[in-house]
């Protein structure tokens, strides 16, 4: 750790959050992961027959979508870099995720179909083929983090936007996914490389184990992980490089290590989840998915919601999710709607709805506790 | 000591994001189950529709939406279904995968309907089957000829060919037609659409079986505007004819800038060549280019001429192949509906599944024991932009 | 040898498109240091509003608008040129004042935002029914394509030609003429060396009595009328007109942008000759290596010289900038 953030001395009074702040770790204190969990399975129980297949499926999709604005947010807004590849590190942590269990299911039970039931084996597969997305997505993260030591902003952002342009053609000539365990055994070398992940066609056979309670889960943890992030040194030297780089680069910050940390960090969640995204039944995660199209929808979640604000960016993606299902009807009117709340939130309000306060802060009478 | 108190702090604060996000979840979920209640009328029988209406096929799901509005409207005309109207309800997938997941998962569990219709495109078809599947609820596509689709399960039917049999129509026309006796193809497709990847493939496979050689492979993606290089490797290799599986968006680009490059070679293609605005964008440069088709709209066939001039008189245009096949489907559905006991899922699949010589626009169909649609396929060749009518090919040849 | 030449000339009548759209990145980058993500919907407005034009106008003259049997006149195309960049410098100048303007003080951040939100606006209010409508359309040829040049490359049984084509031509020398005049403007008028100015340091320009506001409007109008000359010409060339939201308007924008940060973004000469370098390595990739890859390339060869050079080919602070 830097030493950005000052020692906890008996000495700075002034300061007690920041210095306490820093002292939780980030797995530190379990209770909001167990609270979560519970939470999730709970939904899990009931939501399903409670509001029928389609409000669960929305209920999901804005889960999906809250993981990927909350991940997004921790690159552009706490560190304020200004990635717009989000989703391309999305789709190729759900590919790495769905070729472990699709394959691993060949390998292992002879067929690609769901193995076991409710934390049975096969949904510790796709829980552990969701890490493994996650970590090729930070490996990624890394790469693209890579030019943001030499590159600033706008640079940055095209860099981004390559990298998911580069993701989409590449994966469009990926191999013929393999039919069968047979086929996988007898494959040859050169079937494996480029990966047998469907070209075009799209990834379509992976078994899908998505539901309500794993969404949920992943969620508890993105949201905890990055509100901890946020209050930590580690957060805070963060936004010293939003706010003023060659300030905080002066007060010993090593800004280059920050912004790749962020992206590796952003990419991680993303890679998650894509894992959740790809194994969600009435979807095939296709190579467009990595297209800026996708990714534009997340920035624009985090711009509403706040960039910085976990709880705002979370409401947005919420709102921008459930949205379109509500104006179903005003169909082509729904993103001249969206483009015209983005410009206005521009004019109006740049810092988004909540800036980077979280809810609870701009609650009258709670006052303002944390630096914004 | 200190610390934990904190922690806890932070501990209620999480709470009450838990909270708030809970709450916010209920709100919007009441807010979409309050803004649009479809009031079910049991003298009503819904079906379902989704499309591209919006997006880069939205000419196909027009196409098809408005025929299979116009068959309802017929259907409902002549005394509905059994004594019951039906309704239609279409939602726009907008050609993404996501959004065809989530309207037939609307259509199915929110809106009740008992059969689903669509989709155009394999890839958005392939997406929403599984939930068909899962729901019970048949769904009938009208024009995806990937063959997987079928395969998801017996609650999906098709109304059309799939693309091992236009491939093995198009290998053949290639090697036999007297104008073209191909023995060399070069092969250019769109490595975008999925429906393009697999009827290369299956083409491939029935040229080589006909002692054909393919002696090159191109590919575009989706939107291309340039073909110039992949067009002069093709010069550079002589082939006999140009098979060009792609979508009448970018064939047509394609034909105008071969002849520029001073490719004389026939090219022939699939039924996505299928649009009025095929001839419009290369006119003269198709000239002796094929492709094979659902239907002729210049078929003498009756029943094909009705359909036309009802649909000329009701939207002021030629229907194209989808327009047909979203008619048949329809038709073919409200007829087993008729058939069926009840409106349960499994009864009306079962009825799709015995339909036999049914005499649509687009030829006789019989649904086989794979749940697709064997019927015949039609030649065409472009005359200075019009679709000719050059020969029927029937199945099983 | 056939294949280079041929390869050689499709480059060239792409580098010249890219190169126009490449011009109005730059020039807006270099005065307001954002980049204009609704500039490639300007190329598009300048593709539809051509589009209708022209078949509003050829019926005037008694020929059919959807294939017409007889060429044109070919005053009708430079009308149809004219009129578009008139309309699209309008257009320019309304989003400039209305969405930029006020955000004149804001973090670049924000106001590459809102120009993302303007860009989505302009997609897809065009894409509404009644404005543009959501399928592709075909442009009537306004100039009948026929050959200039015939190159024959060795005899006898496998003489292989290249045909050069009026359209190609015509579009290179729209794009230089264009580039020429802007040139000239840039740095040899009043009103360039205000631009340079305003783009050296804003504030010392104003000082010195140049009217800023005025200046940024200007530029908006003049890169605007590039993006729709850019627009009118690709639709000549390629006569499917797409939606407005199709996503190849956006990646052709984008490949624009890419020319423009790899020549040197802000630097009017570097536009054009990374619109040039773009162009090459794309069909040269194309036809050499493959064409799957066709977009990886370009964006493989920005990373490469943003590496490399971060600020482009050209670009150095002490050059002259608009």
Same mark, same amino acid.
């Given at each position: 750790?830097?030493n950005?953030?000052?020692?906890?001395?008996?000495?700075? *009074?002034?300061?007690?959050?920041?210095?306490?702040h820093?002292?939780?770790g980030?797995?530190? &204190?379990?209770?909001?992961f167990a609270?979560?969990?519970i939470l999730?399975?709970?939904m899990?129980?009931?939501?399903?027959?409670?509001?029928?297949?389609?409000?669960?499926r929305?209920? +999901?999709?804005?889960?999906i979508a809250?993981i990927?604005a909350?991940?997004l947010?921790?690159?552009n807004?706490?560190?304020g870099?200004?990635?717009?590849?989000?989703a391309?590190f999305?789709?190729?942590?759900?590919?790495a995720a769905g070729m472990?269990?699709y394959?691993g299911?060949?390998?292992?039970?002879?067929?690609?179909a769901?193995?076991?039931?409710?934390?049975?084996?096969?949904?510790?597969m796709?829980?552990?083929?969701?890490?493994? &997305?996650?970590?090729v997505?930070?490996?990624?993260?890394?790469l693209? &983090?890579l030019p943001?030591?030499?590159?600033r902003?706008?640079?940055?952002?095209?860099? /981004?936007?390559?990298?998911?342009?580069i993701?989409?053609?590449v994966?469009q000539?990926t191999?013929?996914?393999?039919?069968?365990?047979?086929?996988?055994?007898?494959?040859?070398w050169s079937q494996? +490389?480029? *990966?047998?992940?469907?070209g075009?066609?799209?990834?379509?056979a992976?078994?899908?184990?998505?539901?309500?309670?794993?969404?949920?889960?992943?969620?508890?943890f /993105?949201?905890?992980i990055a509100?901890?992030?946020?209050?930590?040194s580690?957060g805070?030297?963060?936004?010293?490089?939003r706010e003023d780089?060659?300030?905080?680069?002066?007060?010993?910050?090593n800004?280059?290590r920050y912004?790749v940390?962020?992206?590796?960090?952003?990419a991680?969640?993303?890679?998650i989840?894509?894992?959740?995204?790809?194994?969600e039944?009435?979807l095939?995660?296709?190579p467009?998915?990595?297209g800026?199209?996708?990714?534009f929808?997340?920035?624009?979640?985090?711009?509403?919601?706040g960039?910085?604000? +976990?709880?705002g960016?979370?409401?947005?993606?919420?709102?921008?999710t459930?949205?379109?299902e509500?104006l179903?009807d005003?169909e082509?009117?729904?993103?001249?709607?969206?483009?015209?709340l983005?410009?206005?939130?521009?004019?109006?309000? *740049?810092q988004?709805?909540?800036?980077?306060?979280?809810?609870?802060? +701009?609650? *009258?009478? /709670?006052?303002?506790? /944390?630096?914004s | 000591?200190h610390s934990?108190?904190l922690?806890?702090g932070?501990?209620m604060?999480?709470?009450r994001?838990f909270?708030?996000?809970g709450?916010?979840?209920?709100?919007v979920?009441?807010?979409?189950?309050?803004?649009?209640k479809?009031?079910?009328?049991?003298?009503?029988?819904?079906?379902g529709h989704?499309?591209s209406l919006?997006?880069?096929q939205?000419?196909?799901?027009n196409?098809t939406d408005?025929a299979v509005h116009m068959a309802?409207?017929?259907?409902n005309?002549?005394?509905?279904?059994?004594?019951?109207?039906?309704?239609?309800?279409?939602?726009?997938?907008k050609?993404?995968k996501?959004e065809?997941?989530t309207?037939?998962t609307?259509?199915?569990?929110k809106?009740k309907?008992?059969a689903?219709?669509?989709?155009?495109?394999?890839?958005?078809?392939l997406?929403?089957?599984p939930?068909?599947q899962?729901?019970g609820v048949?769904?009938?596509?009208?024009?995806? !000829?990937?063959?997987?689709?079928t395969?998801?399960?017996?609650?999906? #039917?098709?109304c059309? #060919?799939?693309?091992?049999?236009?491939?093995a129509?198009?290998?053949?026309?290639?090697?036999?037609?007297?104008?073209?006796?191909a023995?060399t193809a070069a092969i250019l497709?769109?490595?975008s659409?999925?429906?393009?990847?697999?009827?290369q493939?299956e083409?491939?496979?029935? #040229?080589v079986?006909l002692k054909?050689?393919?002696?090159?492979?191109q590919t575009?993606?989706e939107?291309?505007q340039d073909?110039?290089?992949q067009? !002069?490797?093709?010069r550079?290799?002589?082939?006999d004819v140009i098979?060009?599986p792609?979508?009448?968006t970018?064939?047509?680009?394609?034909?105008?800038?071969?002849r520029k490059?001073?490719i004389? !070679?026939p090219?022939?293609?699939?039924d996505?060549?299928?649009?009025?605005k095929?001839?419009e964008?290369?006119g003269k440069a #198709?000239?002796?280019?094929?492709y094979?088709?659902h239907y002729?709209s210049?078929?003498?066939?009756?029943?094909?001429?009705d359909f036309i001039?009802?649909?000329?008189?009701?939207y002021n245009?030629t229907?194209?192949?989808?327009?047909?096949l979203g008619?048949?489907?329809?038709?073919?559905?409200?007829?087993?509906i008729?058939r069926?006991?009840?409106l349960s899922?499994?009864?009306?699949?079962a009825?799709i599944?015995k339909?036999?010589d049914?005499?649509?626009?687009?030829?006789k169909?019989?649904?086989?024991?794979?749940?697709?649609?064997v019927?015949?396929?039609?030649?065409?060749?472009?005359?200075?932009?019009?679709? !000719?009518y050059v020969?029927?090919?029937?199945?099983?040849m | 040898m056939?294949d280079?030449?041929?390869?050689?000339?499709?480059?060239?009548?792409?580098?010249?498109?890219?190169?126009?759209? %490449?011009l109005g990145?730059?020039?807006?980058y270099?005065?307001?240091?954002?980049?204009n993500?609704?500039?490639?919907?300007i190329?598009?407005?300048g593709?539809?509003?051509s589009y209708?034009?022209a078949i509003k106008?050829l019926?005037v003259l008694?020929?059919?608008?959807?294939?017409?049997e007889?060429p044109p006149?070919l005053?009708?195309g430079?009308?149809?040129l004219?009129?578009?960049m008139?309309?699209?410098?309008l257009i320019?100048?309304?989003?400039?004042?209305?969405a930029y303007?006020?955000l004149?003080?804001? %973090?670049?951040?924000n106001?590459?935002i809102? %120009?993302?939100?303007?860009?989505?606006?302009?997609?897809n209010?065009?894409?509404?029914?009644?404005?543009?409508?959501s399928s592709?359309?075909?442009?009537p040829?306004?100039?009948?394509?026929?050959?200039?040049?015939r190159?024959?490359f060795s005899?006898g049984?496998n003489?292989?030609?290249v045909?050069?084509?009026l359209?190609?031509?015509?579009i290179f020398?729209t794009s230089?003429v264009?580039?020429l005049?802007?040139?000239?403007?840039?740095f040899r008028?009043?009103?360039g060396?205000?631009?340079r100015a305003?783009?050296?340091?804003?504030?010392?320009?104003?000082?010195m009595g140049?009217?800023?506001?005025r200046?940024?409007?200007?530029?908006?109008v003049?890169?605007?009328?590039?993006?729709?000359a %850019?627009?009118?010409?690709?639709?000549?060339k390629?006569?499917?007109?797409?939606?407005?939201a199709?996503?190849?308007?956006?990646l052709l924008?984008?490949k624009a942008?890419?020319?423009?940060?790899?020549g040197?973004?802000?630097?009017?000469?570097?536009?054009v000759l990374g619109?040039?370098v773009i162009?090459?390595?794309?069909?040269f990739?194309?036809?050499?290596?493959?064409?799957?890859?066709?977009d990886v390339?370009?964006?493989?060869?920005?990373i490469?010289?943003?590496?490399?050079?971060?600020?482009?080919?050209?670009?150095?602070?002490?050059?002259?900038?608009?």
């Amino acid at each position: 750790m830097t030493n950005s953030a000052s020692k906890p001395t008996a000495a700075s *009074p002034v300061l007690p959050q920041i210095t306490d702040h820093s002292r939780i770790g980030i797995f530190q &204190g379990l209770w909001p992961f167990a609270i979560g969990i519970i939470l999730a399975a709970l939904m899990y129980a009931i939501l399903p027959n409670a509001i029928g297949q389609y409000y669960s499926r929305i209920v +999901i999709d804005i889960g999906i979508a809250m993981i990927m604005a909350v991940s997004l947010n921790i690159v552009n807004g706490l560190t304020g870099q200004f990635s717009i590849g989000h989703a391309g590190f999305m789709t190729l942590g759900g590919y790495a995720a769905g070729m472990i269990t699709y394959y691993g299911s060949l390998l292992l039970w002879d067929s690609q179909a769901k193995h076991g039931g409710f934390l049975g084996a096969g949904d510790w597969m796709f829980v552990a083929s969701c890490l493994v &997305g996650g970590l090729v997505a930070a490996a990624a993260g890394y790469l693209v &983090g890579l030019p943001s030591l030499r590159l600033r902003g706008d640079y940055l952002a095209i860099v /981004t936007l390559g990298f998911g342009e580069i993701l989409r053609v590449v994966l469009q000539n990926t191999g013929k996914v393999l039919e069968d365990s047979a086929a996988l055994r007898s494959a040859k070398w050169s079937q494996l +490389i480029p *990966p047998p992940v469907g070209g075009a066609l799209g990834f379509d056979a992976i078994p899908k184990y998505t539901n309500l309670f794993w969404v949920y889960v992943f969620l508890t943890f /993105t949201v905890v992980i990055a509100y901890r992030l946020k209050q930590s040194s580690l957060g805070r030297a963060m936004i010293s490089v939003r706010e003023d780089e060659i300030a905080s680069q002066a007060m010993g910050v090593n800004v280059a290590r920050y912004k790749v940390l962020a992206f590796v960090l952003a990419a991680f969640f993303a890679g998650i989840a894509g894992g959740l995204f790809a194994h969600e039944s009435g979807l095939n995660i296709s190579p467009n998915d990595a297209g800026f199209q996708r990714s534009f929808d997340y920035v624009i979640m985090t711009v509403l919601g706040g960039r910085g604000s +976990i709880t705002g960016v979370m409401l947005a993606a919420m709102i921008l999710t459930a949205l379109p299902e509500v104006l179903r009807d005003f169909e082509q009117y729904r993103l001249i709607v969206f483009a015209l709340l983005l410009i206005i939130m521009m004019l109006v309000r *740049p810092q988004g709805l909540f800036g980077i306060k979280e809810i609870w802060q +701009i609650w *009258p009478g /709670t006052g303002r506790r /944390t630096a914004s | 000591m200190h610390s934990r108190k904190l922690a806890f702090g932070n501990l209620m604060k999480l709470l009450r994001s838990f909270a708030v996000t809970g709450c916010g979840l209920v709100l919007v979920v009441l807010a979409i189950g309050g803004c649009n209640k479809t009031a079910t009328d049991s003298n009503e029988i819904l079906i379902g529709h989704y499309a591209s209406l919006t997006g880069s096929q939205a000419t196909f799901g027009n196409a098809t939406d408005t025929a299979v509005h116009m068959a309802v409207e017929e259907i409902n005309a002549a005394g509905g279904i059994n004594g019951k109207k039906m309704r239609l309800i279409t939602y726009d997938d907008k050609g993404d995968k996501r959004e065809a997941g989530t309207t037939v998962t609307r259509l199915i569990t929110k809106d009740k309907v008992v059969a689903v219709l669509g989709e155009v495109a394999s890839g958005l078809s392939l997406a929403a089957a599984p939930i068909c599947q899962e729901n019970g609820v048949p769904m009938l596509s009208p024009s995806s !000829t990937n063959p997987k689709v079928t395969k998801v399960g017996d609650m999906i #039917f098709r109304c059309c #060919f799939i693309d091992p049999f236009q491939g093995a129509v198009c290998a053949r026309f290639a090697v036999e037609h007297p104008k073209l006796k191909a023995k060399t193809a070069a092969i250019l497709y769109d490595q975008s659409a999925p429906y393009s990847v697999g009827l290369q493939e299956e083409f491939e496979k029935a #040229f080589v079986k006909l002692k054909g050689e393919i002696v090159l492979k191109q590919t575009y993606q989706e939107g291309d505007q340039d073909f110039s290089a992949q067009l !002069t490797a093709i010069r550079g290799s002589k082939p006999d004819v140009i098979f060009i599986p792609g979508y009448y968006t970018e064939v047509g680009s394609i034909a105008v800038q071969a002849r520029k490059l001073g490719i004389e !070679t026939p090219m022939l293609g699939g039924d996505g060549w299928e649009s009025p605005k095929l001839g419009e964008v290369a006119g003269k440069a #198709f000239n002796g280019c094929y492709y094979s088709n659902h239907y002729s709209s210049q078929d003498p066939n009756p029943r094909i001429q009705d359909f036309i001039k009802k649909y000329k008189a009701k939207y002021n245009e030629t229907p194209e192949a989808m327009a047909a096949l979203g008619y048949d489907a329809t038709y073919i559905l409200a007829e087993a509906i008729k058939r069926a006991k009840s409106l349960s899922g499994k009864d009306i699949a079962a009825e799709i599944a015995k339909t036999k010589d049914f005499d649509g626009v687009t030829g006789k169909i019989t649904i086989d024991a794979d749940r697709n649609a064997v019927k015949a396929a039609v030649m065409l060749e472009m005359k200075d932009g019009v679709a !000719t009518y050059v020969s029927t090919i029937q199945p099983g040849m | 040898m056939a294949d280079f030449v041929q390869t050689l000339m499709t480059a060239l009548a792409i580098g010249s498109l890219y190169a126009l759209i %490449a011009l109005g990145y730059t020039m807006v980058y270099g005065i307001l240091k954002f980049i204009n993500f609704a500039h490639s919907d300007i190329v598009v407005l300048g593709s539809w509003i051509s589009y209708s034009l022209a078949i509003k106008i050829l019926p005037v003259l008694g020929l059919n608008p959807h294939n017409p049997e007889t060429p044109p006149p070919l005053w009708v195309g430079a009308v149809v040129l004219l009129l578009s960049m008139v309309i699209c410098g309008l257009i320019g100048f309304v989003i400039e004042r209305l969405a930029y303007k006020p955000l004149r003080r804001a %973090a670049r951040l924000n106001v590459l935002i809102t %120009a993302i939100g303007v860009s989505l606006l302009l997609q897809n209010v065009g894409q509404l029914t009644f404005v543009f409508g959501s399928s592709p359309q075909k442009m009537p040829s306004l100039i009948q394509d026929r050959e200039l040049i015939r190159l024959a490359f060795s005899s006898g049984e496998n003489a292989q030609v290249v045909v050069v084509g009026l359209v190609d031509v015509m579009i290179f020398v729209t794009s230089a003429v264009l580039m020429l005049v802007l040139e000239y403007l840039v740095f040899r008028t009043k009103l360039g060396t205000a631009m340079r100015a305003v783009s050296y340091n804003p504030d010392s320009a104003s000082l010195m009595g140049v009217p800023v506001d005025r200046v940024v409007s200007f530029t908006f109008v003049l890169g605007s009328a590039l993006a729709a000359a %850019a627009g009118f010409l690709f639709v000549l060339k390629y006569p499917t007109v797409q939606q407005p939201a199709h996503f190849i308007w956006v990646l052709l924008g984008l490949k624009a942008f890419v020319a423009a940060v790899i020549g040197g973004i802000g630097n009017v000469r570097g536009a054009v000759l990374g619109g040039f370098v773009i162009a090459f390595v794309e069909q040269f990739g194309a036809f050499y290596i493959s064409p799957n890859y066709k977009d990886v390339y370009v964006f493989a060869l920005l990373i490469m010289i943003l590496l490399v050079r971060p600020t482009g080919l050209l670009g150095s602070p002490l050059q002259e900038k608009v």
